[in-house]
């Protein structure tokens, strides 16, 4: 285009400007294209180094262990804590927490619980977000994150904040926008009868029927 432009009058300059031209053209789109190349593959490793915790509450027909009515339910529940990575694979449950706590209670001392069963089986977490909603949002529980080499991304809580001062605290929309895939994996628990309401009286016995369950889900990778 810039080339079909020059008339046989112009000068040899004008023909070296022309080119220059074109040749910057050429490079900046190149550059664009490197810069559009990198950003996608830092997210492709960015989004396989990030985990998403959240709690799951299953119904209770009878009484038992960590069994309490919950009034958002209107029934009794019991609640486990569930991490899982980016590609859907369940990496621990947390013991059962009685229905009517909090998404906070006792949150640091499961959650190191669920640290411990992934460095028995050697599953490297450190530099590796973790994604989770504003129910999360303790000071303590921030700090726990941050000792384990981990990013917290987790959603503020605006009714925690005490102070309206805007002060700067890293949380990465686009790392956030894959917790979906935690809810996925709740829908597929779901699927399996066993564990979608809890009759067992003794915790113990209902959590193993949730890591079987849990394996079921992992081997899914394996197999297909």
């Known amino acids: 285009m810039l080339l079909a432009n020059i008339s046989d009058s112009q000068s ?5 400007e022309h080119l220059l031209s074109l040749c910057q053209m050429v490079k900046r789109r190149q550059l664009c294209k490197t810069i559009r190349d990198v ?3 830092y997210n492709r490793e960015i989004s396989l180094r990030m985990f998403t915790i959240r709690r799951h509450t299953y119904a209770v ?3 038992g262990q960590n069994v309490n009515y919950q009034g958002r339910k209107s029934a009794k529940t019991v609640n486990h804590l569930v991490l899982c990575d980016n590609s859907y694979n369940l990496l621990a449950v947390s013991d059962g927490i009685d229905g009517n706590h909090h998404d906070s209670y006792d949150l640091v001392d499961n959650t190191q619980k669920m640290i411990d069963s992934l460095d028995r089986h050697h599953i490297d977490y450190r530099h590796s977000h973790l994604n ?3 129910g999360f949002d303790t000071k303590a529980f921030g700090a726990f994150i941050r000792q384990h080499d981990m990013i917290a991304n987790i959603r503020k809580n605006k009714r925690n904040t005490k ?3 805007k ?3 890293y949380m990465s929309e686009y790392i956030y926008q894959y ?14 009868k066993r564990i979608l309401v809890r009759f067992e009286k003794l915790s113990l016995h209902f959590t193993s029927w949730v ?4 394996a079921l889900i992992n081997f899914r990778h394996v197999f297909n």
């Open 179 to 192: 917790r979906f895939k935690i809810e996925v994996v709740f829908a597929w628990l779901d699927t399996y």
């Open 61 to 63: 027909k009878k009484r």
């Open 39 to 41: 950003a996608s593959r």
């Open 211 to 214: 890591l079987i369950a849990s």
């Open 163 to 165: 102070t309206t001062d």
């Open 132 to 134: 989770a909603d504003s």
């Open 12 to 16: 040899a300059d004008q023909l070296a």
């Open 167 to 169: 002060q700067y605290r």
